[in-house]
């Protein structure tokens, strides 16, 4: 096994929605905006500096590790100039939605590592992010609950509501060691939101095994070493990609889909595109369990903290696999 030291908690979060909401079909750009201005608000105590380089409270700011993490001395490589996030939205990818007052609107939020720590700070956030508005509409929502779950059981922990005073500092841990295995020798994923990965600089055209185990494998490592325990410091990153040669893309049905975002910059727009539909695999999936299962909860690709790369592990049966087969060659190519 990759040896991953990362702890993590997977929240569920309703708002509702006092004013009417217009949300474009991927919404987790506006949502990760929303948290991290009122996180800001509440956790800044420098708001005079334009950026969080140079704080000497960075390292411990709630805002600052969460949206401008420190790397790690003994992590100055090329492969992390930008230091992962270890807050991801989980959302999908779906069409324009409008709420209407008193819809609710629900998505998922996951805590990485250390920022668990900071639980107090983030649940404080989530009371505030719907007060400025959200959408086209800049349309004001409410907190109604948050809870902690176990995705995998249905166990479910409620933290916070809304109008209560009280609060539930426990949320449920998961851990890499103890996440299901991968049964049988066929896999679906499901791609629920848009999956960004790169082969020779572009956009890869084609979803073969040892493309998404190599992108995994690099931001859970890269996750683990800035805000877990750093046990993959150091290991063997070789061993899986040439396991996961062995495994045979069986068949993907995919769409492209991209969507525009405001940049970092004022008046700066950028595009998101990835693939949406499923990518069927045929194999033994048995050393690359951990990996895919950290995938399904904390995205992979571009953009994950937005949400984006965002999918289900599903078993495809062995009719499901001998039909794939037969139509292999032509199915491989992507769909625009």
């Known amino acids: 096994m990759f040896p991953l030291d990362l702890p993590f908690a997977v929240l569920r979060v309703t708002l509702r929605a006092l004013e009417p909401v217009q949300l474009p079909p991927f919404p987790g750009s506006k949502l990760e905006g929303a948290f991290g201005r009122a996180l800001y608000r509440l956790a800044c105590t420098q708001p005079q500096r334009e950026t969080c380089q140079g704080c000497p409270l960075q390292s411990i700011c709630p805002y600052g590790l969460s949206y401008a993490p420190v790397l790690p001395e003994s992590l100055r490589v090329a492969s992390l100039g930008t230091p992962p996030r270890p807050i991801i939205f989980r959302v999908a990818y779906g069409t324009e939605r409008s709420l209407t007052p008193g819809e609710a609107l629900t998505f998922g939020l996951v805590v990485v590592g250390r920022a668990t720590t900071q639980l107090p700070y983030l649940l404080a956030t989530l009371r505030e992010m719907g007060q400025d508005g959200l959408g086209r ?6 907190l109604e609950e948050v809870r902690s779950v176990q995705p995998y059981t ?29 049964a049988g020798d066929g896999l679906r994923l499901q791609l629920r939101s848009p999956l960004h990965l790169k082969v020779g600089g572009q956009l890869a055209q084609a979803l073969h095994f040892p493309v998404l185990l190599r992108a995994l494998q690099r931001r859970m490592s890269n996750l683990e070493q800035v805000h877990g325990g750093a046990a993959s ?3 063997d990153f070789t061993r899986l990609p040439l396991q996961a040669r062995r495994v045979e893309t069986v068949r993907q049905e995919l769409r492209l889909v991209s969507q525009a ?13 990835g693939w949406v539909g499923s990518v069927e695999y045929r194999g033994d999936f048995t050393p690359f369990a951990p990996l895919l299962r950290l995938g399904e909860q904390l ?8 949400g984006a790369g965002l999918y289900d592990l599903e078993g495809a049966t062995d009719k499901d696999t001998e039909a794939a087969l037969q139509v292999r060659s032509a199915s491989l190519r992507p769909t625009t």
């Open 233 to 235: 410091l150091g290991a």
């Open 261 to 273: 975002r405001k940049g970092t910059r004022p008046g700066e727009k950028t595009v998101m595109e």
């Open 137 to 142: 509409t800049r349309g004001r929502l409410e």
């Open 299 to 306: 995205g992979v690709g571009k953009w994950a903290h937005f």
């Open 154 to 182: 249905g166990e479910t922990v409620t933290l916070l509501r809304g109008g209560e005073l009280e609060v539930n500092l426990c949320p449920i841990i998961l851990r890499p060691g103890a996440l299901p295995p991968v």
